[in-house]
């Protein structure tokens, strides 16, 4: 007769047999295939590994920002509450981080609100409309304005768009400005996400097989229609890439905003106000706050604060676009 303690230990051994099994198993399968069977899967095991790697690289780099920002998050002058509290006085301990906040979200929400709406139309000009002998030149100088650094943008901006808000558009709008605003911060922003958009937009719609296209035409909808309507919905999760990669540029750009915005500790109510986001006062500030630990703690914690929002930018995006290859029977 089997004892119950009997019946345990025999269900442990064959757990730890099926799983030393499942352990051993890609060896013997790779001792017993031919050769294309084994290049096959020393190829998979190459995707896999950076694969892996990417994840345990983000793993690790909110691990170390966690770490860094304990001290702070810690503190009794500190704490969670950095996050509302729009006092940043490192003078008097004083760290809070919600105008820098502030200032990255309306920064970035110009920005995309700016350059997606562009960017999309561009494409599809690009890939719809445009004739072949110019689609390519000009697709090129847009995929040369997506190498150039951005401290030459935050140049540009600083001579150029700088002025024309401070003489043109700051008296037209009945404000005083200086230049060094939200604004500038915003277009410069616009107009350096704007090739990211156009160029991964641009090969999404031409990889819309062309018999969606004569298929629309041949229902009687015009070459307008059939962009806007079919291939642009074909190619959604190509264009929801496009803006997820604009997203992340636009949450961590540094030197062209730090040049232009004004750099002011408040919260800006109008477009004409200067602003000061969570890049810029790392950027700025990190060089003084490294022996001081309180306040280097406060300038990780900001660190910590832009990934986690980057990350959840990204999710967000994709939730939609998700969400639109739903409805569009896509998945």
């Avoid at 915003?186 to 990889?207: E, H, K, R």
């Amino acid at each position: 007769m089997t004892t119950e303690s009997e019946v345990i230990v025999s269900e442990d051994d064959t757990a730890e047999t099926s799983f030393l099994h499942r352990l051993t198993q890609p060896i013997t399968d790779f001792k017993n295939a031919d050769r294309p069977g084994r290049i096959d899967m020393l190829g998979r095991i190459g995707l896999f590994i950076p694969a892996v790697a990417s994840t345990l690289v983000i793993i690790l780099i909110l691990t170390f920002l966690w770490f860094e920002s304990v001290p702070i998050l810690t503190d009794p002058d500190g704490g969670i509450g950095i996050i509302v509290n729009p006092t940043w006085d490192p003078n008097r301990d004083l760290y809070g981080i919600a105008v820098f906040i502030v200032g990255s979200l309306m920064c970035t929400g110009i920005a995309i609100g700016i350059a997606v709406p562009l960017g999309i139309a561009g494409a599809i000009f690009l890939s719809e409309f445009c004739p072949m002998r110019l689609r390519r030149p000009i697709k090129m100088i847009i995929e040369m304005m997506a190498a150039i650094p951005s401290i030459v943008y935050g140049l540009w901006a600083f001579l150029v768009l700088v002025p024309i808000i401070k003489n043109n558009l700051a008296p037209l709008a009945g404000s005083t400005s200086n230049g060094l605003t939200l604004l500038a911060g915003g277009l410069i922003l616009a107009v350096m996400l704007l090739p990211t958009v156009v160029t991964i937009s641009t090969d999404a719609l031409q990889t819309v097989p062309r018999s969606l296209r004569e298929a629309s035409y041949a229902l009687g909808a015009t070459q307008s229609e059939t962009s806007r309507k079919i291939v642009l919905s074909a190619a959604l999760p190509g264009v929801g890439a496009a803006v997820v990669l604009s997203l992340g540029r636009a949450v961590g750009e540094t030197m062209a905003i730090l040049m232009v915005t004004g750099n002011s500790l408040q919260i800006p109510y109008s477009l004409f106000d200067p602003t000061y986001v969570m890049t810029s006062i790392i950027t700025n500030q990190l060089g003084y706050a490294f022996v001081f630990p309180l306040w280097r703690s406060a300038l990780f914690a900001i660190g910590l604060v832009l990934l986690i929002m980057s990350i959840c930018f990204t999710l967000t995006a994709k939730l939609f676009i998700r969400w639109g290859m739903k409805t569009r029977g896509y998945i």
